[in-house]
């Protein structure tokens, strides 16, 4: 179960749900217009509870709590736990596994109309983010890299936040970053996940947010980040990640 061929076995199995031309020009126009693509179903039953055990035990021996503003993007908040990269790389098995599969990045290769390589930056390769309190929330920000890939894990009902935000084609003006700037002049598109949803969001130019999340409400999901060959030689500030991982 906990090898690559198996877990390739089982994407390619769920994938072929998008394997339809008409299915796929869909997911690749929604992620133009919209700035995301949403895969329903994508990690089905046996992958995603071994999936699911998986981030709890890491977030019980390695999660880290962060609640802080995010300076270099309009003080926006960070209230959540996660897992880095480098504790993921050394005690699981199911995500690196997940980043490594061949199956996985041809298919939001397909989607996304480009080739992926593996991040260079290796702290964004894959994290576990999880919102367990109430107010809990990854605020609204851009990433560093084009694409990004979210694989829902855990999730609350609809009524109690923890929901995505997208507002496409909005640049993060790095030296006067505002927020309002872009909401006030922008539509904002927003959806729920389900367990063993994915999504693939183009998130350098699309703002974005989780919602807070109310109290008892919980959520877990693993993000993954492939980059675009086009980035591989890139000189790319790292300064967010580093805050938030450091």
């Excluded at 003080?75 to 005690?91: A, E, G, K, L, Y």
């Excluded at 061949?102 to 390769?125: D, N, S, T, V």
């Excluded at 999730?155 to 640049?171: F, I, T």
Aim: proline letters at 5%; glycine letters at 6%.
């Amino acid at each position: 179960m906990n090898t690559i061929s198996s877990i390739d076995n089982q994407i390619n199995h769920a994938a072929n749900q998008y394997k339809p031309p008409s299915n796929t020009e869909k997911l690749k126009y929604s992620l133009k217009e919209r700035g995301f693509a949403h895969l329903p179903g994508l990690i089905e039953k046996e992958l995603l509870q071994a999936l699911r055990e998986e981030c709890h035990r890491l977030l019980g021996s390695h999660g880290i709590e962060r609640d802080f503003l995010m300076k270099q993007t309009a003080n926006t908040p960070r209230r959540m736990v996660n897992v880095r990269q480098q504790d993921i790389s050394t005690n699981g098995k199911i995500i690196p596994a997940l980043y490594k599969s061949e199956a996985m990045k041809h298919l939001f290769e397909e989607i996304a109309g480009c080739q992926f390589m593996p991040c260079p930056y290796k702290p964004e390769e894959f994290i576990i983010n999880a919102l367990f309190k109430s107010g809990n929330t990854h605020g609204w920000h851009w990433d560093d890299y084009k694409y990004g890939i979210v694989f829902a894990v855990e999730v609350p009902e609809k009524e109690n936040g923890g929901y995505v935000q997208v507002v496409p084609n909005s640049r993060w003006n790095r030296q006067r970053p505002s927020v309002e700037d872009v909401l006030f002049d922008s539509v904002i598109h927003s959806f729920r996940l389900e367990p063993g949803d994915a999504y693939i969001i183009r998130t350098d130019t699309s703002m974005h947010r989780v919602s807070e999340i109310n109290d008892g409400a919980k959520r877990v999901v693993v993000n993954m980040v492939w980059a675009a060959a086009d980035e591989v030689d890139r000189v790319v500030d790292h300064s967010t990640m580093e805050e938030l991982f450091s």
